[in-house]
């Protein structure tokens, strides 16, 4: 069966170094894979979207990168706040309209 | 921007009671869901809808079932709620059909059965 594990429960990391978050997946061949976040009490929300023909994508101090043949997508968040502390979730996704399933998610806390 | 509305963010209902959790969304998004979330568990899909009238069985249906008489509203119905239903329930709309489309979530409903 499909299978999506986002290595880390919990990431704790120093306000300004780099956070990296891995998802792997088995099992299947994702078309993309999205990356949300979500803070205590509240729904996710999309942060980025990467293809199975993108290496890298990048939005403001974010990264993701996605490697098929590792079947891996690896999420960094650059000169990390404070503020960036929530829960990160990916979702890969095969192409066609299913619906998205997710990972359980990584707790990052940033620490000043 | 997008907006999707559940109607409640905290609910208390006894074992037993038939519980409505209701959701709205303003974009007029063809695709509906409702996943439930508990620690260590993650995000599970319960029910989804890619039309109004249309629905479709998810990962764990089980005690639930849903209504989409209108495309903007998508209803979960817990039909006697138990004590394991307890957990953070959430609605989300996206657009479809086509690839990847990004899903749209509510604050979520907490809803507690005693």
């Known amino acids: 069966s499909q299978k999506i594990e986002q290595n880390s429960e919990a990431l704790n990391i120093q306000e300004g170094k780099t956070a990296t978050l891995t998802c792997n997946y088995t099992?299947?061949?994702?078309?993309?894979l999205q990356w949300y976040r979500q803070d205590p009490g509240r729904g996710p929300v999309f942060l980025l979207l990467i293809r199975e023909n993108e290496k890298e994508k990048r939005k403001e101090r974010l990264k993701v990168t996605f490697d098929t043949t590792l079947k891996q997508s690896l999420f960094h968040i650059t000169a990390s706040q404070p503020a960036d502390s929530a829960t990160y979730l990916c979702?890969?996704?095969?192409?066609?309209?299913?619906?998205?399933?997710f990972g359980k998610g990584t707790r990052l806390s940033v620490i000043a | 921007d997008v907006k999707v509305t559940q109607s409640s963010r905290y609910l208390v209902k006894r074992t037993g009671e038939k519980v409505f959790l209701e959701c709205v969304q303003d974009?007029?998004?063809?695709?509906m869901f409702w996943y439930r979330q508990d620690p260590g568990l993650g995000l599970r899909l319960i029910y989804f809808s890619y039309d109004v009238k249309m629905k479709e069985k998810g990962d764990i249906p089980e005690g639930y079932s849903v209504s989409r008489e209108k495309k903007e509203r998508f209803s979960l119905i817990l039909e006697s709620a138990s004590t394991n239903q307890t957990s953070m329930y959430l609605c989300a709309s996206s657009f479809s059909p086509g690839q990847g489309e990004k899903l749209f979530f509510g604050s979520g409903t907490q809803l507690s059965v005693l």
């Open positions: 979702a890969p996704r095969t192409s066609g309209n299913t619906p998205l399933v």
């Open positions: 099992n299947y061949s994702p078309a993309y």
């Open positions: 974009m007029d998004h063809e695709n």
